[in-house]
């Protein structure tokens, strides 16, 4: 069983959609939790990560830490084309290496 | 693109034959990290470094070797290429060991025939 489990996709809305893309994890030591971006034939980016338990919003993102079901989720607001790329879920382990996610492919149709 | 260039952006080589990948930093980032995606593995560490001569092994070491003699660069070598290794490979650098952010490079296609 791998330590990050992520839906691989592809998973297709339409403009304006609310999107949730989650992650599920197995190693309760976890504290950070960070989201990537990343677009095709490109490196991921971070794109906003968070500290234990709870909500952090930045625009029209969210991400959100359920550490009692060890479930992580991002939400995009107001969804755009430009939001069309592949998000990796990292979390950070005790010796503070990332562990990655196999990412989910998001596409958003005009 | 975050200061970290990686070269050659795209090669094919030959079964056994030795490959020597290059990532560059311009940032004076202290840890590096060598990285391959793969369809439905996301990224898996190869080895990483955290200052100059200092490395270790990532979970997928075996058949690569680094070496970092400059704060700047950081090589990997396929010592015997072999066609498991075809892949994207990914360079990141972060700042310190708990800098919650990585920079990555644009990646290097690989393929070994």
């Known amino acids: 069983q791998k330590e990050v489990e992520q839906d691989p996709g592809p998973l297709s809305v339409p403009e304006g959609a609310i999107v949730s893309l989650n992650c599920t994890y197995s190693?309760?030591?976890?504290?950070?939790f960070m989201w990537y971006r990343q677009y095709s034939r490109k490196g991921p980016e971070l794109l906003m990560y968070t500290y234990s338990s709870g909500n952090k919003e930045d625009g029209r993102f969210t991400a959100q830490v359920d550490k009692s079901s060890k479930y992580i989720s991002l939400f995009i607001r107001d969804s755009q084309p430009s939001d069309s790329a592949t998000y990796l879920c990292?979390?950070?382990?005790?010796?503070?290496?990332?562990?990655w996610g196999a990412g989910t492919k998001l596409i958003i149709k005009p | 693109d975050a200061g970290i260039t990686q070269s050659p952006r795209h090669k094919v080589t030959e079964t056994g034959t030795p490959v020597t990948l290059r990532c560059h930093q311009t940032e004076n980032h202290r840890y590096m990290y060598w990285y391959r995606q793969d369809p439905g593995h996301g990224l898996r560490l190869i080895h990483y470094s955290y200052g100059v001569k200092d490395t270790d092994k990532g979970e997928v070491s075996d058949g690569y070797s680094v070496s970092r003699s400059k704060t700047e660069d950081f090589l990997l070598t396929l010592e015997s290429a072999t066609s498991s290794q075809t892949s994207v490979y990914f360079c990141?650098?972060?700042?310190?060991?708990?800098?919650?952010?990585?920079?990555f490079g644009q990646g290097t296609r690989l393929t070994v025939v």
């Open positions: 990292a979390p950070m382990d005790s010796n503070y290496q990332l562990i």
């Open positions: 190693n309760s030591a976890f504290q950070y």
């Open positions: 990141a650098a972060r700042r310190g060991e708990r800098n919650t952010e990585a920079f």
